[in-house]
């Protein structure tokens, strides 16, 4: 029997990850890198559509790739309603959903249509796999102390998952047997408990609380945020900028980019310096108040994604931490390999995909 072909499209800030597998083997994985002046025209995230669908377009063509070659195509979840773990077919009510973005501008919004345009020309399914919308908190979890407002589950669940399984596979134990906490070092920041299966706590890595990162800016003091909201200073936009996209690494030193940081820092530069390892004590210190949640019974500690690289950060991350419990280290994202296989689960009949609907877990 042929190995089923799946294609992978995971869209960054950036750039577009795309990749190709036959069964668990890749074929090939490249990266599609977007101009600052092509972003740059974009108010919104949907903006991006058709030039990332056009250069899509093009890359399968000089890869002479036909889409009715293949069994499915899968797309990285966008900011939808809440949900729970696992592979979803995209359908008209999530497409629709991420058009509107009524629940926050992000990249990954773009993965189900970029996903279904490809997939609906070939008459195959499309999915997505653990959106960042993956909201398996405790009730308790959600209390924000002010009525009205309750606190929401939006990480990276997609690679926290993914290196979640391997960490437990390296202790022996299955992932529903360990208590683990996983700190993805990415663009934003995200800090997931993992208790027997589930994340039972995680940060609003989008744009809420937990620990300022490249993009974000973390929490902040509320008080003095109220009093910039309503000074005519600026308008929301410019204070959301100041949030997301611009606020953290970006606002303090200009960049996003650790290599440039690393080689600042390298070259004397004390500010540099100071701001990269601000980052570095709080990620930290929200691993120490995550370890709160399962009382202290923490199996593993684990720091993955991109910035996960940098010896200089997790040095210093260990260095606060490492006495709570073992610490691995995944740097990178997986992303790639964990959407192919929450694909090739429901192709060969492993577990059924589900279906979107919007406000399902609200």
Not at 79 to 95: F, I, R, S
Not at 258 to 273: C, F, L, T
Not at 319 to 346: H, K, N, W
């Amino acid at each position: 029997m042929a190995k089923e072909r799946v294609l992978v499209i995971n869209p960054g800030s950036t750039s577009t990850k795309i990749a190709l597998f036959a069964g668990e083997e890749l074929v090939f994985a490249e990266t599609l890198h977007h101009s600052s002046q092509e972003l740059g025209t974009c108010k919104r995230v949907i903006d991006q559509f058709p030039f990332r669908r056009q250069a899509l377009e093009n890359f399968l063509q000089e890869k002479k790739i036909d889409p009715h070659s293949l069994a499915a195509v899968v797309g990285r979840g966008g900011v939808l309603a809440p949900v729970e773990g696992g592979t979803y077919l995209v359908n008209e009510e999530m497409l629709a959903e991420l058009r509107e973005a009524p629940r926050g501008e992000h990249a990954s919004n773009l993965g189900a249509l970029l996903a279904h345009e490809i997939a609906a020309a070939a008459g195959i399914p499309a999915y997505i796999v653990d959106p960042v919308v993956v909201d398996e908190l405790e009730p308790i979890a959600r209390v924000s102390g002010m009525p009205g407002i309750k606190r929401r589950s939006i990480f990276h669940a997609l690679n926290q998952k993914a290196v979640a399984r391997r960490a437990a596979r390296e202790l022996g134990r299955t992932y529903t047997e360990v208590n683990l906490i996983v700190a993805h070092l990415g663009g934003g920041i995200s800090v997931g408990v993992h208790s027997n299966g589930r994340v039972i706590d995680v940060n609003n890595a989008l744009d809420g609380d937990g620990p300022f990162s490249p993009e974000r800016s973390g929490s902040v003091p509320v008080g003095d945020l109220v009093r910039l909201c309503f000074s005519g200073k600026l308008t929301e936009r410019e204070i959301y900028r100041n949030i997301v996209g611009g606020g953290g690494l970006v606002g303090y030193l200009g960049t996003n980019d650790a290599r440039e940081i690393e080689e600042r820092i390298n070259n004397g530069e004390e500010v540099a310096r100071f701001y990269f390892e601000a980052m570095a004590y709080q990620v930290a210190k929200e691993i120490g108040a995550a370890a709160t949640v399962v009382k202290g019974e923490v199996d593993a500690i684990v720091l993955t994604g991109g910035l996960a690289h940098s010896t200089m950060l997790t040095g210093w991350i260990r260095e606060r931490i490492g006495f709570l419990a073992p610490v691995f280290l995944y740097p990178g994202e997986g992303e790639l390999e964990a959407l192919a296989q929450g694909a090739l689960r429901v192709l060969r009949g492993e577990e059924q995909a589900k279906l979107y609907a919007p406000g399902g877990r609200e």
